[in-house]
């Protein structure tokens, strides 16, 4: 819209009088919603899903009416929620290292955005990306957005004008005024600007060297010809070194990484990348193999649209040159009009088949689908531009002379009398030298203007003959239309109308801009030694493009979406393809039409004339591409300097700190005595305290004097090897029941242990497993990451299981089960326990990955406060998690605590495990839990149940374990005996945990099998055994006795553990197994 139409409409238009409001507009976007085509029914269903989907993303929604039965949804984001989403782009960027520093922060921090286009980049994610990555969806003409028209981000008037009246003075841009041209309207339109001023700034030279050409040198001048293949090939190589330069500059080098799936985009398979991320996996030869089919279609194409060319061509040359009939001034018009007329009918079907290939080839984001379309679009326009000028030059001119008279005489035996009658007898043909030279003014001048009244003449009428439409069809039409029954709040209308207008723009592609240079470009390289003017023209217009397509974006496009690119894209292949066809055609045009060249016109030499020119620019192209890697980029050369900086000032830290580093804490030296003593290489580990080398070292110095003098052999010393060498028998011994044997990492040694000296421990004694407890994983991380590592630290923790699993592999022990997972089931719904709860159970499952278990033991619940709980909500907690594991395979051993507030018995555990009814739910059992619940009681002199009929009632329970749980139901069996506590235990629930009597006997009273328990534990295992048990037996002991027992003999108490389970074997009394 022009600046007199602009004024008009100021002086008589009532509301573009009035002031305009203070408006924000980095937070906000309109959707477009169009109704018309639906009923009501249907347009209210869509309408609330539209609004309830905006709303779960956070976003807020004003509706307003649009023009005739469109609704404008104006959607705001908060300001907290901006400012998270802007702030987690910004670490996402981090992540994919698009930005080389962390941005800080947390996953509540709340930023703003640098710069306008930055916000609203965010809110068209929050707007557009799908649900799963925290966006509403809203995919305009899509799926069941079919009847959104359009989302777009309202124009910033007040910047837009100030901007244009800035450039406006300007005939160069600068940086800084690119910068706010990405400010405003995001990278990928900056870099459009940023390459036509580019361009620009380099047709300077072709300008100047053209008039030089045109004035002073031969037509068809080698000289000038050169001169441009070099300005091509600098130009395309430095603008290659300023695109990576911007990219740098406006941090979105390689930002294509982190581009969202288009929603058209169909995947065949979701795969986990290496960052333990999710992908949509479409195969690259699929891709590759559906582009090939743009190459018969461009094939069809040239081939269509070159025939066309051809006979229309050939029909003006034999009216202008034969025909002698009337009207030989109109009918050498005639082809003209009739291509003018055919070529957007068939062009338009093209590019239909173009849209269709491009759906096929499935493009996974929606640049590089409207890139390949673009270019498909391109390629039918360089045939239409481009093949006029090459039939001119190829065949028209050298083969004139014999075509057009053959073409005459077949058209005369076609015609016959009419033919005879009309065309000339006495035609003496030449062909025009100065044709092609008037074929490239005319396509070069032609193309510009009206490319110029296309972009700038045409959207102004059409919006303008549009909003009298509008108007008309209001005032007169009988159809109803929103705004002829709602009237605008006058606070309102300005802002509005304005709003409304907007919506009826159409979208902006900043790809046909960039390809309308291309296309110059083009030119340039292919037949700039025709008319060395050219360059003037080009020059001038793009001046006024430069300006023009600023305006225009402003009012005859939608604000773009500032999505983010790195460059122009696929373009820099387009261009590089047309500088080297350049060199292969104004190498051919000078040879053929060139006063001066060797071999003038002879078609013997031009091959060898195409291939110099060819290699010629080859090596010049590589000259080029080194001396300009050799200079490089201001950017580049920033980027490369802060990188040292920061290697130099982290090589300073390390070195300031070496004094400090070599005197360590007591803490630090107790951190890699651990780590060392958990070794896999045993060499390294036997002189693990402070001194010991030293001790060592001096003991062998003193043996060898000590021998010297007393002039005999040195007698080796020699240490006990008792428990190795009992482990070592006890290995080799075949046991006759299948049942592999496990040892809790929990039950042996005491908090001054290391987990790995606990492993190797329990492996030397011969066992095949471990239960891993999941405090001494926590303490495993806590000392072998040198940090505090909280219960829900699960990335700490998977880590740190992922090492305890190497260590585990490396001494043959497998991790049998992770354990204990407690006080899960029987909260209420809704409850902040329950979630609590599943939230814990997600993330042990991470750990069970990392460790490579397949078990989770879970207890029994001892919280007083699930007392009350129903049945049914146990049973059904325990069924959401089986399934929940079952997603991975993993399984549920459920055991029952003898102090549990619902299931303390094993019948309990087994009515539950029934009820769940899941293959991966089965049994943890447990002699001490059995045999302390049913018949020793803690609070009791006698340390028994002394209630009437304990003894048979303990005999039938063992009887009807037996008879009744399947031995594929049992997961593993847990091995243990109890002292029996003299005084009694209080029966009370004391200290912070609230434990039980039966707890507290639990936790510091349970010993070894045979080293001071009473527990019929014995009677227990042969009831278990009766089932066919073959699966796991397990020694879980907690004694508080242990320090003074056994201090430091880890492995000693181990030998003893496996030797009390191969005595309690051999003592059942079992005729055969079951």
């Known amino acids: 819209m022009g600046i007199m139409d602009k004024l008009a409409r100021v002086m008589t238009d009532p509301i573009h009088r009035m002031p305009r409001k203070p408006q924000s507009y980095n937070d906000k976007y309109v959707v477009a919603y169009d109704f018309s085509e639906i ?27 649009g023009y005739e039965q469109t609704l404008l949804i104006f959607v705001k984001a908060p300001r907290e929620l901006l400012g998270n989403t802007v702030y987690k782009s910004r670490v996402k960027d981090w992540l994919y290292g698009i930005v080389p520093d962390h941005p800080g922060g947390n996953n509540t921090t709340v930023v703003d955005g640098a710069y306008e286009a930055e916000d609203i980049l965010s809110v068209y994610h929050l ?166 089919l743009q190459i018969p279609f461009i094939l069809f194409s040239a081939v269509a649209l070159g025939t066309i060319i051809i006979l229309v061509f050939a029909i ?76 001119t030059a190829f065949i028209y001119v050298p083969f004139g002379d014999d075509v057009v008279p053959w073409l005459e005489g077949m058209t005369k035996s076609f015609l016959g009398a009419i033919g005879q009658k009309y065309m000339d007898d006495d035609l003496t043909f030449h062909v025009d030298s100065d044709r092609l030279r008037d074929e490239v003014i005319a396509l070069v001048v032609t193309g510009q203007i009206s490319g110029f009244f296309d972009e700038n003449i045409m959207p102004v009428l059409k919006h303008k003959a549009q909003g009298l439409y509008r108007d008309y069809k209001r005032a007169h039409s009988k159809d109803a239309m929103l705004l002829s029954i709602f009237k605008d709040d006058p606070d309102e209308a300005r802002f509005l109308r304005t709003a409304r207008n907007q919506a009826t723009l159409d979208k902006y592609n900043v790809q046909d801009d960039i390809a309308e240079i291309v296309l110059q470009f083009g030119y340039l390289s292919l037949f700039s030694p025709v008319w060395p003017l050219i360059p003037i023209g080009f020059l001038v217009n793009n001046v006024i493009e430069l300006r023009t397509d600023f305006l ?41 039409f060139g006063a001066n060249t060797i071999g003038r016109g002879a078609w013997w030499a031009l091959p060898i004339t195409i291939f110099i020119s060819e290699h010629i620019f080859l090596g010049l192209r590589a000259v080029v591409k080194f001396v300009l890697q050799r200079i490089g980029s201001e950017q580049i050369r920033k980027q490369r300097q802060q990188r040292y900086a920061t290697r130099v000032k982290h090589l300073e830290e390390l070195e300031a700190n070496k004094q400090s580093g070599l005197m360590l804490s007591v803490a630090e030296r107790e951190r890699r005595k651990s780590i060392r003593v958990m070794g896999h290489e045993s060499f390294w580990t036997t002189q693990a305290d402070d001194g010991a080398s030293a001790v060592a070292g001096i003991g062998l110095i003193q043996a060898v004097k000590r021998a010297e003098v007393n002039n005999k052999q040195p007698k ?98 497998q991790i049998m089960v992770l354990q204990p997972f407690a006080n899960f089931e029987g909260w209420p719904r809704g409850s902040k326990e329950r979630e609590e709860a599943f939230k814990r159970a997600r993330g042990w499952m991470e750990i069970m990955s990392a460790v490579g278990t397949e078990m989770l033991q879970v207890g029994s619940s001892d919280s007083p406060a699930i007392k009350d709980a129903k049945e049914d909500d146990v049973i059904a907690d325990l069924r959401e998690l089986a399934d929940l594991l079952g997603t991975r395979g993993f399984k549920i051993a459920y055991e029952n605590w003898c102090w549990a507030t619902r299931a303390p018995g094993w019948r309990d555990v087994w009515d539950v495990v029934r009820r769940v009814d899941r293959a991966n739910v089965g049994l943890c059992l447990d002699t001490f839990q059995s045999a302390g619940g049913e018949w020793g009681d803690p609070t009791t002199a006698s340390g028994r149940v002394e209630a009437a009929g304990a003894e048979e009632g303990w005999e039938r329970s063992l009887a009807e374990l037996s008879a009744a749980v399947p031995k594929e139901k049992i997961f593993f069996l847990q091995i243990s005996d109890a002292y029996k506590v003299s005084p009694p235990l209080e029966a009370r629930v004391v200290g912070e945990e609230g434990l039980r009597p039966r707890g507290r006997w639990s936790h510091d009273y349970r ?25 796991w037996l397990s020694v879980e002991v907690f004694d508080g006795r242990f320090g003074e027992k056994y201090g430091d003999d880890l492995e000693g108490y181990a030998v003893k553990g496996r030797e009390a389970v191969e005595r309690m074997l051999g003592e059942m009394k079992l005729d055969k197994r079951d």
């Open 39 to 65: 009923d009501s029914e249907t347009a209210v269903k869509e309408l609330t899903t539209l609004l309830n989907d905006l709303e779960h993303a956070g976003l807020q929604a004003e509706v307003r009416a």
């Open 127 to 292: 707007v557009n990306w799908p649900k799963s990555l925290g966006g509403a969806g809203i995919t305009p003409e899509t799926g069941q957005w079919k009847n959104v028209k359009s989302i777009f981000p309202l124009h910033n008037e007040e910047t837009n004008e100030s901007l244009l009246k800035h450039l406006s003075k300007r005939l160069f841009l600068t940086m800084d005024d690119l910068d706010s041209i990405r400010d405003l309207w995001g990278s990928k339109v900056a870099f459009y600007f940023a390459f036509i001023q580019t361009y620009l700034v380099f047709l300077s030279f072709p300008a100047i060297t053209g008039v030089i050409a045109w004035m002073y040198l031969d037509k068809y001048s080698l000289t000038y010809a050169i001169a441009t293949c070099v300005w091509c090939t600098v130009f395309l190589e430095y603008w290659k070194i300023q695109e990576v330069d911007l990219g740098i500059r406006w941090n979105v080098q390689g930002i294509g990484k982190v581009k969202v799936n288009r929603p058209q985009f169909k995947y065949e398979k979701i795969i986990i990348d290496e960052t333990g991320q999710q992908k949509h996996y479409f195969p690259k030869w699929k891709q590759v193999t559906r582009q090939l």
């Open 316 to 391: 003006e040359v034999l009216i202008s040159e034969g025909y002698d009939g009337p009207y030989k001034n109109l009918m050498e018009y005639v082809p003209t009009c009739l291509l003018a007329i055919a070529l957007p009918y068939i062009s338009s079907g093209l590019e239909e088949v173009a849209t269709i290939l491009t759906k096929y080839e499935n493009h996974r984001t929606a640049d590089y689908h409207e890139m390949s379309l673009t270019q498909k679009i391109f390629v039918l326009n360089i045939i239409t531009n481009y093949l006029p000028i090459l039939i």
């Open 552 to 592: 225009k974006i402003c009012n005859e496009f939608q604000r773009p979406a500032p999505v983010r690119t790195d460059g122009i894209g696929p373009w820099i292949n387009s261009l590089d393809v047309l500088t080297w066809a350049g060199s292969i055609s104004t190498g051919a045009i000078v040879h053929l």
């Open 716 to 813: 080796r010393r020699r240490t006990s090897q008792d428990n190795r060498t009992k482990s070592d028998e006890m290995a080799n011994t075949t046991s006759p029941y299948p049942n592999p044997l496990s040892f809790a990492s929990c039950s042996i040694g005491t908090s001054n242990h290391p987990l790995p000296q606990k492993l190797r421990a329990i492996a030397a004694a011969g066992f095949s497993g471990i239960e891993l407890s999941f405090p001494d994983l926590q303490s495993f991380a806590q000392t072998h990451q040198q940090k505090h590592v909280a219960d829900d630290d699960y990335p700490a923790l998977c880590e740190a299981g992922a090492a305890v699993r190497t260590l585990c592999e490396q001494l043959n022990l």
């Open 1007 to 1031: 010993p070894l099998p045979y080293d001071g328990g009473y527990l019929p534990i014995v009677p227990f295992l042969e009831a278990v055994m009766r089932t066919g048990f073959e699966g």
